[in-house]
Each structure stands twice: as structure tokens, then as C-alpha cells.
């Protein structure tokens, strides 16, 4: 049963996902690629960005968390001499799960004719017009009766008729159409490669953090078992046994993917320029920016058992007689709660972080 689970977590885990973004140059595509790996354009991990472009073949930019998923900057549309077609036989099209096509401006005739190509090769496109912010801003500045829902709906009209246009700004995800992006990209992919985009897309709003918490909790029971069923090792402070690794490593992945280890905190910190004390002020849970360690996890887990936050189904003290079944139906009870309740801790404490963060950027 174990190898089994191991091997349908394993499965999931593996799962490729491969982005293209194209568009004409200076449209944005560097940029969106390293907003979409949650990437600041001056990391040294980041896709050169606002330079000349020189490159003529794709150039992959693995996610930084889930390397399974692969964002690919393409060479811009129109600095080729390539017809559509062949410009999707240049860039090796099969390979890619869906195109991003993105636009700083109107879409142009190329992107639109390599829009066309890539739906007769039966691969899926989103267009996306980025620098709202810059739109806005300009708007901002010229009219006297400035709406913003106005001028989002302007930009929406004069960028294509024809298709739906998401409209995105890369240094602020949270704003405009980044999130809805999400969902119609979710209902298009197949459930292993929805599980792939929805843990590698970025933490920016309580739908995307949440749709991460449902993810993990789906997969609770199967870390039950793993942890519960193969423990033989008795932790001193806790009244049955548990594997250590497979929580360590799962609380790592939680931390990780809530953005709230210590790197994320740290780089979050630099980024939006609030100190890391106020960002831990935000969070409540005792994991939340700490670095996972055995004795932590131990500490932990018998904190929590000593809350009393278990269900008392057992006679406990029948453990001895009736021996291991008891002892593993409990932890197998205990673990489930705990993991449920840590999911939920952890969800607050990134949608906490996460405002902060955001007001910061609206402020600024
Ligand atoms: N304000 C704003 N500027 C952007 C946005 N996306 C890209 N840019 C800027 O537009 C310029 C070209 O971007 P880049 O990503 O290099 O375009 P590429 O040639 O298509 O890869 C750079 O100076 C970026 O900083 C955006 O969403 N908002
Ligand atoms: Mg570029």
C-alpha cells in the first residue's frame, strides 16, 4: 500500500507542464515569464528583461519551487522572418502545453495570425495585454473624470474584438485579469497538469492561496498513511508514533508553497521593503518562517497533542491490551486533524502576508 501511495504522490510530483510566451518584442514576455515564476526582474534567476533581443530560440526558465514546470520565453513575433507556421515549427510547438500570447499595446497582425496558426495545430492560446499599470497611470494623469473601470474597458474594446483578452499588469499580479487567467487555464488542462499549475502559480490573491490549500488537503490522507502506517519509532512527549521524514518534508512543501519559508519571507521582505518582523507579524502559526527541523516537528506535534485538540475516541489506556491497531487507528486520527488544522493556520497566515504585501505595492 505504501509503494502504491509513494508512487501515485510521485506520479503527481513528476508531472510536466510547459509554458510558451510569446508576443512582438518589447511586449512584455520577459517580464510576464519571471512574474509568473514569482521572480523580480533584477534576480539573477530572471529573464533578461527591456533589452535588445538577440535571441533567436526558445530559452526555458524552470519554476523556481516546481521545476516540472517549465516557462518558456520565445524569440518576439515580427523579429523574424518567419510566417506564422514556420515560426511555430522554429520554436517546436508540440512541445509546449498551451501559448501565451502577450501584447504591450494593440495586438498586432503577427499575433494575430500566430493566434490562428496555433489553434490549427490544435494548441491552446491566451491573449494577454500587459503595462496596464502604465495605462492607467498615463489615463490617470490626462483625464479629469478618470474611472479606472472605465479605461479597463476601453483597453478591453480596442485591444481585439474577437478574443477574450486578459489584462495584466507583471508588477501586479494581484490587479486586473492575472487571476482569472487561473481559472480558464484550469479548466483546459487535464487534472495532473491542473495539479502542476496550480501549485506553481503565483501566491497572489486568497483564490489562488486557496485553491493551493485544496490541493494539499486532498493529498492529507494519503500522508497519513505514509507517516502513520510505516512509524515505528516511539517520539518521547508523543503517545504513539509517527515518521518524522515524511512530516518533515511535508511541512517543508506546505511552508514553501504558502510562501512562507524563510527565503520567501526574506525575499518578500526586500521586495516589498516592509521589515521581516512585520511580515512574522502577520502569521500565527508557530511553523510559519521557521526553518523545519526534527525537534521543531516534535515540538509541534506534541504542542498540539497536549491542546487536547484530538478526538478522544479511544480509551487510551486499552493501548496496551488491544496493542498496535489502536495505537495506529489514533495516530492515524491525531495526524489527520493535525494536518487539516495546520493547512488552515498556515492558508491564514499567507493571505495575511499576502495583504500586507499588497497594500504595500498600492502605496508605493
Ligand atoms: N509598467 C510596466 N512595464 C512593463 C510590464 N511588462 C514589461 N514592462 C516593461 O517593458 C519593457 C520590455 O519588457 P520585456 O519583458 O523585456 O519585453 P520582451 O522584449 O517582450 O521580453 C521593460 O522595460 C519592462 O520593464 C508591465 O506589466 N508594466
Ligand atoms: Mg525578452
Same mark, same amino acid.
Given at each position: 500500500?505504501?509503494? /502504491? ?7 503527481? #510530483? ?21 512574474? @509568473? ?9 530572471? =529573464?533578461?528583461?527591456? &533589452? &535588445? ?11 523556481? !519551487? ?19 507556421? #514556420? ?14 500570447? &502577450? ?20 494548441? /491552446? ?5 500587459? /503595462? ?86 486532498? #493529498?492529507?490522507?494519503?500522508?497519513? !498513511?505514509?507517516?502513520?502506517? &510505516? ?12 515518521? %518524522?521524514?515524511?512530516? $518533515?518534508?511535508? @511541512? ?12 520567501? %519571507? ?27 527541523? =526534527? ?28 496493542? $498496535? ?30 495583504? /500586507? ?8
Amino acid at each position: 500500500m505504501t509503494e /502504491k501511495i509513494k508512487k501515485y504522490l510521485e506520479e503527481y #510530483q513528476n508531472v510536466k507542464l510547459d509554458i510558451a510566451i510569446t508576443g512582438e518584442s518589447g511586449s512584455g514576455k520577459s517580464t510576464f515569464v519571471n512574474a @509568473f515564476r514569482g521572480i523580480d526582474n533584477r534576480d539573477d534567476r530572471a =529573464a533578461p528583461t527591456g &533589452v &535588445v533581443e538577440t535571441t533567436m530560440k526558445p530559452e526555458p526558465y524552470p519554476h523556481p !519551487i516546481y521545476p516540472n514546470v517549465t516557462i518558456w520565453d520565445l524569440p518576439g513575433v515580427g523579429t523574424t522572418t518567419f510566417s506564422a507556421d #514556420q515560426y511555430l515549427e522554429h520554436v517546436e510547438f508540440k512541445k509546449y502545453d498551451f501559448f501565451i500570447v &502577450v501584447s504591450g499595446d494593440r495586438f498586432s497582425e503577427n499575433d494575430v495570425m500566430l493566434a490562428q496558426e496555433i489553434k490549427r495545430m490544435d494548441k /491552446k492560446f491566451y491573449f494577454v495585454r500587459s /503595462k496596464i499599470d502604465d495605462n492607467l497611470r498615463a489615463e490617470k494623469k490626462s483625464q479629469r473624470n478618470y474611472n479606472e473601470k472605465n479605461t479597463l474597458q476601453q483597453i478591453r474594446g480596442y485591444c481585439l474584438a474577437s478574443s477574450q483578452v486578459f489584462l495584466v499588469s507583471s508588477f501586479h499580479l494581484h490587479l486586473y485579469d492575472f487571476s482569472t487567467i487561473q481559472d480558464t487555464m484550469e479548466e483546459e488542462l487535464s487534472s495532473l497538469k491542473k495539479y502542476a499549475l496550480t501549485l506553481a502559480f503565483p501566491n497572489i490573491n486568497q483564490s489562488s492561496i486557496s485553491k493551493k490549500k485544496e490541493v494539499f488537503r486532498s #493529498q492529507i490522507i494519503y500522508y497519513v !498513511i505514509l507517516s502513520a502506517a &510505516v512509524a515505528v519509532v516511539p517520539i518521547p512527549g508523543l503517545s504513539f508514533c509517527v515518521d %518524522l521524514v515524511v512530516l $518533515d518534508g511535508l @511541512f517543508k512543501s506546505y511552508l514553501i508553497g504558502f510562501g512562507l519559508d524563510v527565503v520567501t %519571507l526574506n525575499k518578500l521582505s526586500t521586495i516589498s521593503n516592509i521589515p521581516l518582523e512585520d511580515l512574522m507579524a502577520e502569521c500565527k502559526c508557530t511553523l510559519s518562517g521557521q526553518e523545519i527541523t =526534527a525537534t521543531l516537528v516534535v515540538k509541534f506535534l506534541t504542542s498540539f497533542e497536549r491542546m487536547g485538540m484530538t478526538t478522544a475516541e479511544e480509551d487510551y489506556s486499552m493501548i496496551s491490551i488491544l496493542g $498496535d491497531w489502536i495505537a495506529a487507528r489514533r495516530s492515524f486520527v491525531f495526524l489527520k486533524e493535525f494536518l487539516n488544522s495546520l493547512l488552515d493556520g498556515l492558508f491564514d497566515d499567507a493571505i495575511n502576508v499576502q495583504k /500586507k504585501v499588497g497594500i504595500s505595492k498600492e502605496e508605493q
